[in-house]
């Protein structure tokens, strides 16, 4: 049979296709390791996706708080398939019930980002091809770019003394406007990602602090410090990603 195109590939991803034709797109994949990579990776991005929501739905959204900084200020898809873009909307909104020192509605809109770096970590972590816009060969031109689409200077952080080296990094669309996403990699593949976001104008608390969201598959430590938020993502142990926290933070606001 001809080469499945995208459509076909998604719609095995989404369980849409009849038996004969599912029979037949599995045979083309089957001599075909890239694009049978590709369905792959669509379906790990589905599993993530879907289990984020499940554990919304569950509530498990223990945020534990550890005020380890001072106040500081610092300047500063590929197409899914059906069942992806299903899964991003059942989980959308979950942070409405996240916890920060008792404040209100102001305070979902200022860590409602800590939700939406997760959903593009579990998203594009897993890319073999395409995990980034922008490579690493290009740091120069991608911190300038993603610089002005925000309004604000940005950073990439150095994390080669914990074995992370720069992938890239890519734009992302959020409720306020745009959004930056680096991402990072070690000798075993193992990736992390570090989600920026710019805040509504007086919507910040006015002090930072590290706060901990922990799930499966994607764990999180964030913070707020200025007009910033900022979100390192990752399939660590704690203390390991605090650690890593801890570093980007420090080189954010040296």
């Given at each position: 049979m ?6 076909d590939?998604?719609a095995?991803v989404?369980g ?6 599912r029979?037949q ?5 089957a001599?075909n390791?890239?694009?049978r ?5 669509w379906?790990s991005?589905?599993d993530?996706l879907r289990?984020l ?11 534990r708080?550890?005020d380890?900084?001072?106040?500081r200020?610092?300047?500063w898809l590929p197409?899914?398939g059906?069942?992806?873009a299903?899964a991003?909307m ?6 409405g019930?996240?916890w920060?020192?008792?404040?209100g509605?102001?305070?979902d ?6 939700h ?7 998203v594009?972590?897993?890319e073999?091809r395409?995990?980034?816009?922008v490579g690493?060969?290009?740091s120069?031109h ?9 309004g604000?200077?940005l950073?990439?952080p150095?994390?080669?003394?914990q074995g992370y080296?720069?992938?890239g990094?890519?734009?992302?669309p959020g409720?306020?406007g745009?959004r930056a996403?680096?991402m990072y990699q ?6 992390i990602?570090?989600y920026?976001?710019v805040l509504?104008?007086?919507s ?8 901990f969201e922990e799930?499966s598959?994607?764990a999180a ?7 910033f938020?900022y ?10 990603l ?6 980007v933070?420090s080189?954010?606001t040296g």
């Amino acid at each position: 049979m001809k080469v499945p195109d995208e459509n076909d590939l998604h719609a095995l991803v989404d369980g849409k296709l009849s038996p004969q034709d599912r029979a037949q797109v599995e045979a083309a994949l089957a001599g075909n390791p890239a694009l049978r990579a590709d369905v792959e990776t669509w379906r790990s991005q589905r599993d993530a996706l879907r289990e984020l929501g499940m554990n919304a739905a569950e509530s498990t959204v223990p945020v534990r708080f550890l005020d380890i900084v001072q106040p500081r200020r610092a300047p500063w898809l590929p197409w899914l398939g059906g069942a992806v873009a299903g899964a991003i909307m059942g989980v959308a909104g979950w942070l409405g019930h996240a916890w920060y020192a008792g404040a209100g509605d102001a305070t979902d809109a200022r860590v409602r980002f800590v939700h939406d770096a997760r959903v593009a970590h579990a998203v594009y972590s897993p890319e073999v091809r395409h995990p980034v816009e922008v490579g690493a060969e290009q740091s120069a031109h991608l911190v300038q770019w993603l610089s002005k689409r925000l309004g604000a200077q940005l950073k990439a952080p150095v994390l080669q003394s914990q074995g992370y080296e720069l992938v890239g990094g890519r734009l992302l669309p959020g409720d306020d406007g745009a959004r930056a996403q680096f991402m990072y990699q070690d000798s075993g593949g193992e990736r992390i990602t570090l989600y920026v976001t710019v805040l509504p104008k007086g919507s910040s608390p006015g002090a930072t602090a590290f706060r901990f969201e922990e799930g499966s598959p994607v764990a999180a430590f964030y913070w707020i410090d200025g007009d910033f938020g900022y979100a390192l993502s990752g399939n660590l142990p704690r203390n390991i990603l605090l650690e890593l926290s801890k570093l980007v933070y420090s080189q954010l606001t040296g």
